[in-house]
């Protein structure tokens, strides 16, 4: 029988591959999709779980290319800690189980981001969670919506589809002296303005949207106090909510972008604003960098890093907006934001379409309405098409 060589193939195929020698780091961070790490023995483990010693145990817990994103993303906002999670609905689900129990109330902005509502008003109703509702836009609607049991009051920056900006400082101060936390989701805001430096306690953020900037991920973070993202970190990974390393390392490099898409697009969207408010075919624009917008003076304050990408318009009615995303050559009907293209979205047969036409009216919401999420394109080839489609609708 001839001398075996080495291990069987079936050995050879099934091991990891030998570590890389190489002495010289890579300049772009490496994904890293490994669910588990190897330890050295059981003295290294119980150093790793006792914190004297860095290292990741299993991918759910943490892995090399969420702390990446997470800390970048913690610096941008002024956070102690960041967590990576599998969506913004994710984030903000681990948000609200580690903060709710049987019996507590959220207060929630009207208008909110359509899911978040349901999350709160349909999915923690059946465990004993109530809610209820307040204007972000004044302050003072939040102090009638808290009662003993409110633990946690919820913002968006700027609502969509109307781009009503919350005024966060005037919230946080009422939250704080009710002992409240407050969360600003900033997806539609990101880089615009720092909510915990006005008082918030956490930001969460959808980073399917501006972070990941092309739309190819699906991932959400939460930012916050070390204390706050310490407790739900576990409760993240319990609930099976936290993000996977090849969506954390394409919104890291999303974010290297992100300052420079961001000056861009917000440059754009103002233009866009303003030509559309000009043109005979539109109603209404809805942009908080116009004076005309009911927020203008409170933007022009805060929103230290542009008005933001979208823009919101109404053409008159379902049938001129119809009109209008079949006439566009370039700019898709995709009901998503924050992508390097621009796209555009129809509230009320996407975003908004489990709303009924009362609920509609009563935000100021409208058939003929089109959310326009501005990319970097040229805004003079953007608008040549935006131009000649509403002339047709
Ligand atoms: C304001 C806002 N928050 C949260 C979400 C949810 O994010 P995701 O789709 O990543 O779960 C969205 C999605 O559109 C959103 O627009």
Not at 262 to 272: F, G, K, N, P, V
Request: hydrophobic share 40%; aromatic share 4%; net charge negative.
């Amino acid at each position: 029988m001839p001398e075996p060589t080495g291990p069987d193939p079936s050995t050879t195929c099934a091991r990891p591959p030998i570590p890389n020698p190489s002495k010289t780091p890579p300049l772009a961070p490496p994904i890293q999709l490994s669910s588990v790490y190897e330890f050295q023995g059981v003295d290294q483990v119980d150093a790793v779980y006792h914190g004297m010693l860095d290292g990741f145990v299993y991918a759910r817990d943490g892995h090399p290319n969420a702390l990446q994103l997470a800390t970048k993303v913690a610096a941008l906002e002024g956070g102690e800690a960041a967590l990576v999670c599998a969506s913004g609905m994710a984030a903000e689900s681990a948000l609200m189980l580690s903060l709710l129990g049987q019996g507590d109330r959220v207060a929630l902005s009207e208008g909110l981001y359509g899911r978040t509502t349901m999350l709160v008003a349909k999915e923690l109703a059946r465990f004993g969670i109530g809610h209820d509702l307040f204007d972000a836009t004044r302050p003072d609607s939040l102090r009638p919506a808290l009662t003993p049991r409110t633990r946690l009051a919820f913002v968006e920056t700027l609502s969509n589809p109307l781009l009503r900006l919350a005024d966060i400082s005037g919230l946080a101060a009422i939250a704080r002296e009710a002992g409240v936390i407050l969360a600003v989701d900033h997806t539609f805001a990101p880089l615009l303005c720092r909510p915990l430096a006005m008082g918030a306690d956490v930001v969460v953020h959808s980073a399917t949207k501006s972070i990941g900037g092309h739309s190819d991920v699906t991932l959400g973070l939460i930012v916050g106090r070390r204390e706050l993202i310490d407790r739900t970190a576990p409760i993240a990974s319990t609930f099976g909510l936290t993000g996977n390393p090849f969506d954390s390392w394409l919104a890291l490099r999303g974010v290297s972008t992100l300052a420079v898409r961001t000056d861009r697009a917000c440059a754009s969207a103002l233009e866009i604003a303003r030509r559309l408010e000009g043109h005979r075919s539109v109603v209404r624009v809805h942009y908080p960098g116009l004076p005309g917008h009911p927020d203008h003076e409170l933007a022009a304050r805060v929103l230290t890093g542009g008005f933001g990408a979208v823009v919101s318009f109404d053409v008159g009615g379902r049938e001129e907006a119809d009109r209008l995303i079949r006439s566009l050559r370039h700019i898709p009907y995709a009901p998503s934001l924050g992508d390097v293209s621009t796209t555009l979205s129809h509230p009320t047969t996407t975003s908004h379409r489990s709303q009924s036409p009362e609920q509609w009216a009563r935000q100021g919401i409208t058939p003929g309405l089109i959310r326009l999420s501005v990319g970097i394109e040229s805004v003079d080839d953007l608008w040549s098409d935006l131009d000649q489609a509403l002339g047709r609708s």
